[in-house]
């Protein structure tokens, strides 16, 4: 009879420096693949970083563009406000108004009111990428820059009442008959007065001229404000700029 012999299953026991080779090779291999998540996350965060740096710039510059543009209708504003004043300064019992001073009172009703590109502002703010921002002083910077535009944004609602208010007590102070057919003739939808010349004369109803004057010197007040506030605003928005563009080496 032939007779099989089992091999041997029991193993010599293995060197404790196998066992530790082993569990270093295992520790490399799993620290490794960490360290290479970890560092293509960073890449991808940098590139992230990078990205919303050069869409902010694009949208600082467009901010600023408008703000400028904006300064010479607010100083227009001021200037018609003060015509108005010189006028009955020197006519206080007048009962009309020339054309010229009537466009004036028109021209002091409206002002330019500012919204904001939010665009990568809040891009950033809901997707929690402000900890994308390495950079202190930028990061810094638009928060500052951030909370200056929520503020005026807070004294815009009060801006934009008083406008509304200005045209009420203008409705009321102008005798109607006297621009009525100017309205029917006004078809652009613009500030234009077809029917009206230099040499038109309109009446105004006197009990009204007292309050809305006073309304207009707090109009004129509130605007040479208005204007102050945005121009830091563009500055501290023109400052971030070249703040950006020198941390990150933008053109």
Known sequence: MEVHHHPDLHHKPRPWK?????????????????????????????????????????DLASDTLALKAGFPVKEARIVAIDSVFLFFESHPDQQTIPFNIYRNIRRAWWDRLYTRNTGT???????????????????????????????????????????????????????????IRSYRLNSAGKQSYPSLTNSSVIRINTAYLNEYLNFLGRQKITTAQDEERYKQLEKEGAGLIEMIKKEYDLE
């Open 18 to 58: 196998e066992y530790l080779l082993e569990y270093l090779m295992i520790f490399l291999a799993v620290m490794t693949g960490f360290f290479a998540e970890g560092y293509r996350e960073h890449l991808g965060d940098r590139g992230k970083e990078y990205e919303y740096m050069e869409s902010l710039v694009r």
């Open 121 to 179: 502002i809040n891009q950033l703010k809901n997707a929690g990428g402000l900890r994308l921002i390495r950079k202190t002083d930028v990061r810094d910077s638009l928060a500052s820059y951030d909370w200056l535009w929520g503020r005026l944004d807070y004294y815009k609602e009060v801006y934009s009442t008083n406008q509304q208010l200005a045209g009420t007590m203008i409705e009321k102070l102008v005798n109607a008959n006297d621009v």
